[in-house]
Every structure is written in C-alpha cells, then in structure tokens.
T-cell receptor, first 116, second 113 residues
Framework: AQKITQTQPGMFVQEKEAVTLDCTYD???????LFWYKQPSSGEMIFLIY??????QNATEGRYSLNFQKARKSANLVISASQLGDSAMYFC?????????????FGAGTTVTVRA | NAGVTQTPKFRVLKTGQSMTLLCAQD?????MYWYRQDPGMGLRLIHY???????AKGEVPDGYNVSRLKKQNFLLGLESAAPSQTSVYFC????????????FGPGTRLTVL
C-alpha cells in the first residue's frame, strides 16, 4: 500500500482565518489520485476534494483547495475562511487510478479545532 | 436515495462469538469496500469487491470474510471475534464511472469483550 504521512496531529485556527493541512505521500506509480476527507465528531466520512496526478491545475471546491506539488510528493489541503463547522478530523488518502480497484490508503489524520 | 447504509450501528460481542455486518448501497455502484478505523489511525482496508460475485483481500484481512452475492450488498463476517477486532467499521462504494470518490456509510462501532 502507498504510504501517506500527515505530520500534524492537531491544529488550532481562528475563525475566518485560513489553515493548511500537510500531506505527503510515497509512491513510485506515476498515475495516482489524491483525496481529502473530513470526519466530524459525528463520525461520518465526507469527501472534500480530489486531485489526479496528471491534472494540470490544482483542484478547488468552494473554500477547499489542494496545493499539489508533484515533485515534492505533497498534497496539502487549504481551508479558507475557517468556520466553526470546520472543526473535525481531516484525512488525506490516495489511490492508483491506473489500477482497476481504486483502493484507498489513508494517512493518520489531522484534528482541526476552529476557535471563535 | 439512502446512499450507503450499514447494519447494525453498534454491537457488543464476547470473544469467540460470530457476527455479520451488512452494507447496502442504492447507487448501483460496482465497487464496494470494508475499512476499519482504530484510534489514532487512518482507515485501513479489510476486503473489497470490484463487482457482484467478486471479493479480494485488502491490507488487514485476517479474521474476516466477505461476500457479495448481490450487487447492492456487501457483507463482512467475523467468525470468531477477538478483542483486537474492536474498532469502527466503515463500508464504502464507488461508481465505475468518472467520479473518483468513494461514498461512505455511517459506520458500525463494534466492541469485543
């Protein structure tokens, strides 16, 4: 399985500020997909954003953007204008889209706490 | 459209007991997955299926079996539960189409005493 590393166990951010969550990965496959999921305290897994390794532009979805640096093997999530509802665990994951099974490998996660 | 549902939501077992977790999806997805989530760790893949009648092992398959007799259902079985299988179990599904993300169920919290 690919190795995903999230080095920040927990982060605090002030409401309305931006926060960057780090994610690095290790794969020798040139074709892969990168994902971010949010897990609030209620426990469900919510898909946020996807980046394909051959995509020319960084992915954006509303207040979420992915800072993709392929040469550095990093896929950091940026949340702009943080809201109290952004308090959650965030997971980085990847899968080789060239395969036919799309299995996900997850990082250990980063807990984000938004302060009012 | 219920998405991905899991039954039961909570369960407590004694060591050695058996049980089956049911995952159902109404999105006509080809791919289905079972993950487990332990404290301080990300989700780890147990077993998965790329279509009706197919199953394959993931990263942590020992102690579990699965079946996919119908496209919409993916069953996860524990034949002889062990305390190490105390975890939160998530089922997920994915279309074979262009969309890349997996859709997750709400999870099943299993405690093995």
């Amino acid at each position: 399985a690919q190795k995903i590393t999230q080095t920040q166990p927990g982060m605090f951010v002030q409401e309305k500020e931006a926060v960057t969550l780090d994610c690095t990965y290790d794969t020798s496959d040139p074709s892969y997909g990168l994902f971010w999921y949010k897990q609030p305290s209620s426990g469900e897994m919510i898909f946020l954003i996807y980046q394909g390794s051959y995509d020319q532009q960084n992915a954006t979805e509303g207040r979420y953007s992915l800072n993709f640096q392929k040469a550095r093997k990093s896929a950091n999530l940026v949340i702009s204008a943080s809201q109290l509802g952004d308090s959650a665990m965030y997971f980085c994951a990847m899968t080789p889209p060239g395969s036919n099974d799309y299995k996900l490998s997850f990082g250990a996660g980063t807990t984000v706490t938004v302060r009012a | 459209n219920a998405g991905v549902t899991q039954t039961p939501k909570f369960r407590v077992l004694k060591t050695g007991q058996s049980m089956t977790l049911l995952c159902a999806q109404d999105m006509n997805h080809e791919y289905m997955y079972w993950y487990r989530q332990d404290p301080g760790m990300g989700l780890r893949l147990i077993h998965y299926s790329v279509g009706e009648g197919t199953t394959a092992k993931g990263e942590v398959p020992d102690g579990y079996n699965v079946s996919r007799l119908k496209k919409q259902n993916f069953l996860l079985g524990l034949e002889s539960a062990a305390p190490s299988q105390t975890s939160v179990y998530f089922c997920a599904s994915k279309t074979s189409g262009r969309r890349n993300e997996q859709f997750f169920g709400p999870g099943t919290r299993l405690t093995v005493l």
